[in-house]
Each structure stands twice: as structure tokens, then as C-alpha cells.
């Protein structure tokens, strides 16, 4: 293999040329990328960039100097993939072409679009830094805050309008918050968290109306009638797959889009992978579910994996992937290891700062989701991958609250 071609520069992406050049790979390597700038880390966009106190500017994993001469990258910014081409193995960005002997497609998700907000000045999805720019500018002026959606990012950016001060309304269609992600008799305590921090919640709602001015928009109505001013509003309403550009390369596909691949992240086209939030893959720890998931580590993980997996098929194992993903809400630490669909979700420790709950299926533990649990959460995670009881993490709990 002499030329790797990685299409989307963000956190897959950057893994994967890191491992390329880590195993030893010495041929080229081309980094395609839509957004104007060099890789850089999406967790802190809803977090500290949202800080008054901090500075106001995003920095990339690497500058673009290094990623070329360190790297050996070919980095391609702004310039969106078009097209692929499986038989002649061929990227198109426009009307240009780049030739591949190895690939991974790395291209993530896109903001989903809000039809009833499109195109007005002050609604704004989060999933670059030109739209955290944009909603840190408007918090920095004062304007009241709304968000569409209490999931991680809609929560975040409550948080940080909440850490200022800033009056802040969150509008959620379903009964609690995150109920998808962590399950809904455990959401309690996550609506507990909004309400005490002084946000007003509304759930089980939905926006049916949008009110702007010729400076932006101006406030929304509910679906219960009520009118809320507001002059930011920021939408974390979840995101799709950014796979427009394969729709006619005869890769196989999920219904969302994302990129079907198998546990060791290869698509059925030769010397093509995906990885991160763009691959749906099997999770061979829960009995091959297959998932898309949209978690920091685990675009990390697959991003190397793939690398590595391409460049040397023959040691290619299915990955031991465990889901688990962090959100910082109101100065507390949320972690989840694991997944949310199980026979029975129980609290083991209800109080809000100090949350535990474990998830059983059948007799095995397969989920830990605590609050401000740093100190104890990936032990649940070596349960989970050995498959152990649910007894066992109970007793890891009990023996963590007697050492407490
Ligand atoms: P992405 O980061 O989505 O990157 C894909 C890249 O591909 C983008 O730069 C995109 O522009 C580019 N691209 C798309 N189409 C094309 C094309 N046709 N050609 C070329 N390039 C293309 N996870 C956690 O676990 N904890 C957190 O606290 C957390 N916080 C988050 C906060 C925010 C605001 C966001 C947006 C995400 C957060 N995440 C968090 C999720 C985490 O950041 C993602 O899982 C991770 O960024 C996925 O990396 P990726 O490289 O797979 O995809």
C-alpha cells in the first residue's frame, strides 16, 4: 500500500494518520477536509469555549505545519470530498481526483436542520467552531438563551448560560432529559440537575412557531400556547451521518446514512474503512449489535484501529469497543460506560451530586452511568467486557461505598 487517502479531518480522521505513521507506513498520506482548518477537538465547544473567562479562539490538535512536516500529511482544508469511485479507487473533490490504495472515510455527522428556524440570524446548530464562534459572540452580549433539545450539547450550552447567569430555557419534545442516552427511569436526576441550576425546562413540548425581527430571531412559541423571548437560540437536536458524497458509490449503507462496516471497521469494498461517528459497526462485547455511535473515545479508538487494520488486514480483530462518553452539566461530571438497553436500570445511589446506576440484561451488567464518578466508573467497564454478573458490579459498588 502506497497512497492513503482519509476523508474528514476532525478526531477519526487524525487518529488514523497518527497510527498510520506509528505502525511504520512511509507512503503518502492525504487528508481531505471540508472545514477551513486543520483538526481540531469538538468537546470543548459546548464547554470551556463557552466560558466568560475563556479566551474566545479554538486550537487545533496540531498546526498545520506539523501535521505536514511532522506527519508527512498532504492536508487538504476546505475542499469537500464529492464523490468516490470503488472500482478505479478514487476520491472525487470536485472536479479533481485522488487516487487511493487505502481509504478511510472518516467524515462524522452534520448538525441536523431545523426547518422552522432555517435561516435566521441567531439560530444556530453546535458542531464546528464557526457556530461556537457565533453562540459564544451572542452569550458574550447577554442575549436571553433558548435551546431546542436537553440532550449533551443543548445541556452544555444551558450550563454555560446558567454559569453567566444568563436566563435560559430548554425546550424537550420527550418527557425527561437524555432519555435515549441513559434510559428513562434514571433521567430524574438529570432534570433534578436543570431545574436546581435555575434552568427552566420544558419538557414534552415542542416549538410550533418562530418570531424574528430584522436583527434575528425574537422568541418561540410552544406548543402549549406559551411564548418565550429569546434572542439566541441553539439547537441540539442530534446529527446525522455526512455521507451525501457516497450517495452514488455503491457503498453499502445504513437507513441513516452512516457507512456499514464490520467489527474491524472494513466496508465491503476493497481497501475501504470507516470510523467515528460517520460507521455503524457491530459491537462484538453486546452480542454484534449493531451501532453508530457518537462518542469522542470511541471515534478515537476506530480512527487508529482502522488505520491499523488497513495497512496490516491479517491482525485485524474485531474491536473490544465499550460505548462510553462524558458531559459536564452545571460544574457536575455525567459519565456513562456501556449501553442503556437492559432488562432493569437500578439506582444504587439516587443523591444528584454522587449518582450511581447500574443496567442489567438478563444476569450480566451492561451500563454504569454516574455523576461526579470519575473515581469509579471504568471499573464497571472491565464488567461489562468480561461479561460478568450483575451481582459483581454491585459488589464493586458496595466495596467502592465502604472505601468512600
Ligand atoms: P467529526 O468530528 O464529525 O468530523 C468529521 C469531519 O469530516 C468534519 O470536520 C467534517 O467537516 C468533515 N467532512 C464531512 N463531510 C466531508 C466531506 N464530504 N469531505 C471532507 N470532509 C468532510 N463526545 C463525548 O464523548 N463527550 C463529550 O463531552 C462530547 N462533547 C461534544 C460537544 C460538541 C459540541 C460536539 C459537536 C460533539 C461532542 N462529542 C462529545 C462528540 C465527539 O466530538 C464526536 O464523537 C467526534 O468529534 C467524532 O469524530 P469524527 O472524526 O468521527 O467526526
Known sequence: LRRLVVVGASLAGLRAVEAARRAGFTGSITLIGAERSAPYDRPPLSKALLRADAPASVSPFHTEEHLRTELGVDLRCGAPATGLDIDHRRVLVGADRVDYDGLIIATGAAANAWPLGAGVPGVHPLRTAVDALAIRAALDAGKRVAVIGAGFIGSEVASAARARDLPVTVIEAAPQPLTRSVGPSVADVLTGLHRSAGVDLRVGTQV?????????VTGLTLGDGNYLPAELVVLGIGARPATGWLRDSGLALHRDGGVLVDATLATRAPGVYAAGDVAHAPLSVFDDEVVRLEHWTSAAEQGAAAARHLLDPDTARPLQTVPYFWSDWHGHRLQFVGVPTADEARVIRPEPEQFLALYRRGDRVVGAFTVNGQREIMRYRRHIVGHAPFEDALAEAGAHDRAA
Open 208 to 216: 410550533t412557531e418562530v418570531h424574528q425581527n430584522a436583527s434575528g
